[in-house]
């Protein structure tokens, strides 16, 4: 059994680390070489919560967070403010159970209870698990930047897919 959680700081910050780190540090999940402190998921949960963006996570009969998912601004100005760039994660030890399909479907309907109209993913190319979940929830492919970044000895190439919500209703600018 597993249930969806409202993520915190107190409660779950010190997993969300954990599951950051080894993305970090094993995968090209995240285009970072240093692995995050509690200081950074600090101010990673108040930026979070600052902006009422949600962090969603799935934790077993245990009370143990199995993987999460967030969203934030894409880019930082006023006319981007109906479109926002997601991730999911998986702790290594529950991939591959249907987790992260679970979470982007929870995460889809936040964004659209939000208003929200676009939801991005930038996937490392190589990342084909990622690339496969989002094509089966409606992500459409828009683009790569070619050699975006540079990790374990190699140029990443980093695509982008999106998916169209159909809200909000009434947009308006400003």
Not at 119 to 129: C, E, K, R, Y
Not at 151 to 170: A, M, N, S, V
Request: charged share 20%; hydrophobic share 40%; aromatic share 14%.
């Amino acid at each position: 059994m597993m249930q969806f959680v409202h993520c915190t700081y107190e409660k779950h910050g010190e997993a969300i680390l954990a599951i950051f780190n080894d993305a970090i540090l094993n995968t090209t999940a995240l285009y970072e070489y240093q692995p995050r402190t509690m200081d950074i998921m600090q101010t990673w949960f108040a930026t979070k919560t600052a902006n009422q963006f949600p962090v969603i996570g799935i934790e077993n009969d245990a009370g143990e967070l199995m993987g999460f998912a967030s969203y934030g601004s894409f880019r930082a100005w006023a006319a981007f403010k109906y479109s926002v760039e997601h991730s999911v994660y998986i702790h290594p030890q529950h991939q591959g159970k249907g987790l992260g399909r679970k979470l982007m479907d929870a995460l889809i309907q936040a964004a659209r209870e939000q208003n929200y109209h676009v939801l991005v993913g930038g996937i490392d190319s190589t990342n084909t698990g990622s690339i496969a979940l989002h094509k089966k929830l409606g992500f459409e492919y828009s683009g790569t930047i070619k050699q975006a970044a540079y990790k374990f000895e190699r140029w990443l190439d980093l695509d982008f897919y999106q998916l169209i919500l159909d809200t909000p209703k009434q947009p308006v600018a400003g």
